[in-house]
C-alpha cells in the first residue's frame, strides 16, 4: 500500500491518462494491449484510470508496445536531438502472438527507446514450417527488406515470395500477413510509417 504522499507524487505524472493516450492514438482496445503485454485488461483499465500504479517492469512491457522509453512517462519533451542505441544483446525477442505453441514469427524492435518515435522497426525471424501469422493491419505503410531465406507475404488476396535481398513496400491498412517459406528459416527488417 502506498503513502499518502507517494500517491500524491505519482499522480503529478499522469502515467494512467499516457497510456490511455497512446492506446487510443494506436486504435488498440484493452483487450488488444493485454494481448500484447501478457497483462489482463482489468490491470490495464485500472492502470489507466490512476486506480493502480504500474511497476517499472510492467510500464516497460506497455511501453515497448507504443515504441516509447519510460521517460515519455516521467519527462517533458526536450530540445536535443533524438538519439538512440540499441545494443543487440539488449533487444527482446516477442512472438507475434502470445501463448501460440509455435509463432509465426518472432520480432525484436531496434529503435524501443525512442520517444515518440515517427517510424518503428523491427528485426524480424520467421522460422520454418510455421503457419501464417493472423492478417492484420495498421493505418500509414510498411517496407519489409529480407535478410536471408523467402518470405511470402498474404496481402490482398495474393502471396508475394521475397528472398534475400528482395524488398516490398505496401500500404499497411490493407490486411497482411507473413509466413516464413521453404524449409531454412527467414529474417528481415520490417519498417512501419504511421500515416
Known amino acids: ?9 505519482l499522480e503529478r505524472y499522469r502515467i494512467g491518462a ?10 488498440l482496445g484493452l483487450v488488444q494491449l493485454g494481448e500484447h503485454t501478457g497483462l489482463s485488461p482489468a490491470m490495464l483499465s485500472k492502470i489507466e484510470r490512476g486506480q493502480l500504479f504500474p511497476t517499472l ?16 512517462f ?5 530540445e536535443r536531438p533524438t538519439i538512440a542505441v540499441v545494443r543487440k544483446k539488449d533487444r527482446l525477442r516477442l512472438p507475434d502472438q502470445a ?3 509455435i509463432p509465426s514469427y518472432f520480432f525484436e524492435s531496434l529503435d524501443f527507446p525512442v520517444t515518440d518515435r515517427k517510424l518503428q522497426a523491427f528485426y524480424a525471424e520467421f522460422p ?11 493505418a500509414g505503410a510498411e517496407l519489409i527488406y529480407v535478410l536471408k531465406g523467402r518470405l511470402a507475404v498474404g496481402i490482398a488476396g495474393d502471396d508475394v515470395v521475397l528472398e534475400k535481398g ?7 491498412g490493407a490486411p497482411h500477413s507473413y509466413r516464413g517459406e521453404g524449409t531454412s528459416e527467414c529474417s528481415a527488417i520490417v519498417v512501419t510509417v504511421p500515416k
Open 128 to 138: 520454418s514450417r510455421s503457419d501464417a501469422s493472423e492478417a492484420h493491419q495498421h
Open 57 to 72: 517492469p510492467t510500464l516497460l512491457r506497455i511501453a515497448m508496445v507504443f515504441g516509447v522509453g519510460l521517460e515519455h
Open 18 to 27: 499516457k497510456i490511455r493516450t497512446l492506446r487510443l492514438k494506436k486504435k
Open 166 to 172: 528482395d524488398a516490398m513496400y505496401f500500404d499497411s
Open 99 to 101: 501463448g501460440d505453441a
Open 1 to 9: 500500500m502506498l503513502s499518502d504522499t507517494l500517491t500524491a507524487g
Open 74 to 78: 516521467f519527462v517533458e519533451a526536450s
